[in-house]
């Protein structure tokens, strides 16, 4: 497994007003009201309101407790102990550190016997990490120059030169990567993150994307992405899994992403190309 060592942006900038503006930041982005992330907490809207305008400087607990119930991403959740006051809980250990050696060969056993359907590792900001086999499938034929040194899975997808000609629906699976990347973008807020999105986003598009009727009905509990594969039209429905209750902001920012055969014909096609 190829592990890049590159990371993703750094957290979000402290004001130096206090960790109030951030929280009551987060608190209207999940439009919750001070009473009931109060009553979800433990503690009493009248408190919230002393914290959020700073009237109340509130403890390492409390930015952890008020952090978990308004979901903010592990990366934020050290912004607010920063400026609340606080060391940082969460380390950043990087991905090829000995100690995430147990996550590493996880991970890789994990793709590797997904094969031969296509698996990859991404970070936060789409930067591939590992790949199997089935994801250099689909990749044959894209360019050196998009591949290293460290290939980000959208611009991949998306870019003139990368998987869009081959991609059969480009619209609508472009659609719904733009969306995905929207609602990253409005809980990490990350300046990377947004800057991938202005360049895949502007990306030209055909004016008629090439149709091809499948050879059995589409599923509609989930969208496939169908791309071209040497004459063939493979479909695929994408899968995202991430870590749960991470405790460190790398692990939290890695997701796996899956595909699995949305026809017989894909799934048959996968199994001759391994014998």
């Not at 990490?188 to 202005?198: C, F, G, Q, V």
Request: hydrophobic share 45%; glycine share 6%.
């Amino acid at each position: 497994m190829t592990v890049a060592t590159s990371r993703v942006s750094a957290p979000a900038a402290v004001t130096g007003k206090g960790a109030g503006p951030l929280l009551r930041a987060w608190r209207e982005r999940r439009r919750i009201s001070q009473l009931e992330l109060a009553l979800r907490a433990g503690s009493s809207a009248r408190h919230i309101s002393f914290v959020e305008t700073g009237r109340s400087r509130p403890s390492e607990e409390m930015v952890l407790r008020l952090a978990e119930h308004l979901q903010v991403p592990v990366r934020e959740r050290n912004a607010l102990l920063l400026a609340a006051g606080h060391a940082p809980r969460f380390p950043e250990t990087p991905l090829a550190d000995p100690a995430l050696d147990a996550l590493r060969d996880g991970m890789e056993r994990l793709i590797q016997g997904y094969e031969p359907y296509p698996a990859l590792v991404v970070d936060a900001c789409y930067t591939v990490l590992a790949a199997n086999r089935g994801i250099a499938m689909l990749l044959e034929g894209v360019p050196d120059e998009l591949m290293a040194p460290a290939p980000n899975a959208m611009r991949l997808t998306l870019h003139p030169r990368g998987l869009a000609p081959r991609i059969r629906n480009l619209r609508e699976w472009r659609g719904h990567l733009l969306a995905q990347m929207e609602r990253e973008i409005a809980l990490h807020r990350s300046d990377r993150l947004r800057a991938l999105y202005e360049e895949v986003s502007a990306y030209p598009v055909p004016e008629e994307a090439p149709v091809a009727e499948p050879d059995e009905p589409v599923p509609y509990f989930a969208l496939p992405m169908r791309i071209e594969h040497e004459g063939r039209i493979l479909s695929f429905v994408s899968s995202i899994s991430t870590f749960n209750t991470p405790m460190d902001v790398t692990v939290a920012e890695i997701a796996i992403e899956t595909f699995l055969p949305a026809d017989r014909a894909t799934t048959k096609y996968l199994h001759t190309l391994v014998g």
